[in-house]
């Protein structure tokens, strides 16, 4: 068995000391401080310390040995084509809607490497219009290869084009999404033209050989949607400085918002890819360490014609999802309105639960990793309440036929809504 640790924290005090973000409001009222009790398995070694590093970090060691001539730490610079107006470097969507990126592997990867490729990948493709395919004979597309670093063209650039995922430094799904990203055209988030509105760069502690890694694009296109600090393309606090503790991007006006992660893309990265790509797509990112989901409307009736997914992607933990309420229109085979739940971040993962419609309450899921893919899909006939449901990191065991037996019992609900792992024995 595992070792699992059961933390008791004092919610209200000590939020910052959690490796990952917590939300909590205090009891209405009343005043008192919650105890929350939670449990999780003790990291692995290797994972301690990498999991504080952000992605950016990851990408600049391993660059640093590079012969590839890189702007801001990782983009192969283009030749007679601004950097940021890049008109013709979209990909093209087909007629259903869908962008296919051809790409070819380095044969030299092993099989884990292309599993974490595929991965990545994956998720593009459960949350835009983006999907990544093998290449055929086609003109444009990804060669994604061993190179001497993590690095990538911005935008398509036409013919074979390399994106640097090299084996061993770059093998981290937030630092080949971050690569991939900038292929499909997105630049760095601080290089944003509205950037001095959200963080202050501290020049002071940058060296003047990497001053031109923090160049702000006056005319980037920003979507007309928010900025991002907790994007996949933002760099670190800490990236390029000179000064050991001294942070060369600031976030304003609360500096300790924290910038630069490594867990993927966030919802606001998947949006702006929609935006850019014209991808219609209902999905959304669940990353916090527990959190809920519903129907839209729910507890009012659903829309027709809704095609819906959500990703709950927790730090390192099985995820386990608890139905709270569900009706749905009962049909056979539910082949009408359904939900569907996946073992992994793609509509190709294992199921974990198959169409299910009907006003019985589905019995409580878990993982087998820290990924859950849950869809919901109506059609044009009938509408219904939907569903609720909570969802959790943290280990469950002895889970049979779906069922959870473990004295881990999820039970302990806060105002907010949500809810937590008891690991009262
Ligand atoms: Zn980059």
């Excluded at 393309?233 to 630069?260: E, L, Q, R």
Aim: aromatic share 8%; hydrophobic share 30%; with cysteine.
């Amino acid at each position: 068995m595992e070792l699992r640790r059961c933390l008791l924290l004092t919610a209200l005090l000590l939020p910052a000391a959690l490796p990952f973000p917590v939300q909590v409001r205090p009891a209405p009222c009343t005043g008192k401080v919650i105890l929350l009790s939670f449990c999780t398995e003790s990291p692995s070694p290797t994972e301690t310390d990498e999991e504080d590093e952000d992605i950016f970090n990851k990408i600049l060691k391993v660059n640093k040995d590079s012969s590839q001539l890189l702007q801001e730490g990782d983009i192969v610079p283009r030749r007679g084509r601004s950097a940021i107006n890049c008109r013709h470097c979209n990909w093209p969507q087909s007629s259903d809607g869908i962008v296919r990126i051809p790409y070819e592997l380095d044969p030299t990867y092993e099989t884990n490497h292309v599993k974490g490729i595929h991965d990545a990948m994956a998720e593009f493709e459960a949350l835009t219009c983006i999907n990544f395919v093998k290449r055929k004979t086609e003109r444009d597309y990804l060669s994604i290869r061993s190179a001497d670093g993590c690095w990538s063209n911005y935008g398509k650039v036409g013919g074979g084009q390399t994106v640097s995922v090299m084996k061993g430094g770059c093998m981290w799904k937030g630092v080949i999404q971050h690569e991939l990203e900038h292929a499909l055209g997105f630049l760095h988030e601080h290089s944003r033209s509205d950037r001095d509105k959200h963080v202050k760069i501290m020049w002071q502690y940058i060296s003047p050989a990497d001053r031109p890694d923090f160049k702000k694009f006056e005319n980037s296109n920003n979507l007309d949607l928010p900025y991002d600090y907790s994007s996949v393309m933002h760099y670190g606090p800490y990236t390029f400085s000179n000064t050991t503790g001294k942070a060369t991007i600031v976030p304003i006006p609360d500096g300790s918002v924290h910038i630069g992660q490594r867990q993927g893309m966030s919802n606001l990265d998947v949006a702006k890819i929609n935006k850019l790509y014209n991808c219609s797509r209902c999905s959304t990112i669940l990353d916090g360490p527990s959190g809920s989901l519903r129907s839209a409307n729910h507890p009012r009736n659903y829309s027709d014609n809704t095609n819906c997914v959500w990703l709950i992607r927790t730090r390192s933990r099985k995820v386990s999802l608890h139905f709270q309420a569900f009706h749905l229109q009962n049909t056979r085979g539910c082949q009408g309105d359904y939900v569907k739940v996946y073992d992994g971040s793609s509509k190709t993962s294992p199921v974990l639960m198959d169409k299910t419609c009907g006003s019985k309450i589905p019995n409580s899921i878990i993982s087998s990793s820290n990924l859950m893919l849950v869809e919901f899909i109506t059609d044009g006939a009938h509408t219904a309440s939907g569903f609720q449901a909570a969802f959790a990191a943290g280990k469950s065991e002895n889970m049979g036929n779906g069922k959870e037996n473990s004295p881990c019992q999820i039970s302990l609900s806060i105002h907010s809504g949500k809810t937590w792992k008891d690991c009262s024995p």
